[in-house]
């Protein structure tokens, strides 16, 4: 079998010659095998009708094998050839020859080295859109997190407004006196709660002696 790897065959073809030659010759020796096979059903047929015949099943298949392996010797010669003959002249594209989808090539014709550059570049513009991906899903993440703190800042400025309104709703609009004011509120409620609780404890003990 040839070596040549014939990639623009298989390109062009969408399977290597080789690949072809090499089924080809499966199926040949395939059919060889299956002729040898019908050969030697025949003969013993035919020596069922000969009673005398001294030769036995066993005879006749190595007298099989030995001329098999003599017809896939002549056979693998001519095949040798045959394969040559269309690999050269029925599945080789002969190099003056451009494939359609390479047209391109002919009309862009591009050197080693300005293939390289040009490969260079591609990977420099990858590194930048990554680096610049990454760079706008930070800001991004950034951004979610500053509108969860301008979120927190709305909230804290309604709480202002409502305890400006709370605070003139009882005459006070300096905003020190208002605070002042809700300091002392917010003990007078402490106080008032703790005795609540005070008497609520009470209750719950004197209902216990009960």
Not at 34 to 48: D, G, N
Not at 58 to 76: A, P, V
Not at 177 to 183: G, H, I, P
């Amino acid at each position: 079998m040839s070596v040549n790897p014939m990639a623009y065959e298989a390109q062009f073809f969408g399977f290597t010659p080789q690949t072809c030659m090499m089924r080809v010759y499966i199926a040949f020796q395939d059919y060889l095998f299956e002729t040898m096979l019908v050969v030697e059903s025949v003969i013993l047929k035919k020596l069922l009708g000969f009673p005398d015949c001294k030769i036995s099943p066993f005879q006749i298949r190595k007298s099989t094998e030995k001329f098999l392996l003599f017809m896939k010797e002549h056979f693998d010669k001519l095949f040798s050839k045959m394969e040559e003959v269309l690999l050269q002249l029925v599945l080789n594209i002969p190099e003056n020859v451009l494939l359609p989808e390479d047209k391109v090539h002919e009309q862009y014709p591009y050197s080693k080295e300005q293939f390289q550059a040009l490969q260079d570049e591609v990977n420099h513009l990858q590194q930048q859109y990554k680096a610049e991906a990454s760079a706008g899903q930070a800001l991004r993440a950034e951004l979610e997190e500053q509108k969860a703190v301008r979120a927190e800042l709305e909230k804290i400025l309604q709480w202002f407004d409502g305890l400006e309104n709370i605070c003139r709703e009882h005459g006070t609009s300096n905003f020190k006196e208002s605070f002042a004011f809700l300091t002392q509120n917010s003990k007078k409620l402490q106080d008032v709660l703790k005795d609540v609780e005070k008497k609520s404890n009470k209750i719950k003990k004197h209902d216990q002696l009960l």
